[in-house]
């Protein structure tokens, strides 16, 4: 592992990457990236008042992965501890413009975020706050980045012509 991340550095440094400035990443290492991301991958901290984005080191990696990190994002999209982190990361490699916005619902002490179309709530109780997302929305969600993605790479080799 450790010479892994040696190598991978090595080309970032030395200027080797992929198409359009994405590092070339082994498998290992964007599912390894990928098996870490939870709630905590999401964050505020944005250029947009309100708006939701990757938080974290392996989040931020995922981003500067790029589209090459795609399939293994895919196939969290409906964990309801990855998916919702999943989803963020997608939108900011694909979508970077896409709509972003937080609202308060304090009568039932939640903020509820929405991002690229997927909705989820933080809760706060007298236990501490959790994080809520409906299952029929991830799989939603996850039914139209499949789709989006699919379309995204078709229209992208049908540019490239004869």
Known sequence: MGSTILLLVALSVCGLAGPSGQARQHPEEVASLV??????????????????????????????????????LLEVLEDKDKGVAAHVILTRIWEPGAKSATRFDLGRRRIISTNNGLEWATVFTEDGVRNEVEEEALTRNAAEWRRKIARFTADTAGEAGP
């Open 35 to 72: 098996s870490r991301l939870s709630w905590d991958s999401i964050g505020g901290n944005c250029d947009v008042l309100g708006a939701t984005c990757p938080e974290g080191e392996a989040a931020k990696e995922l981003v500067r992965i790029g589209k090459p990190a795609s399939r293994e």
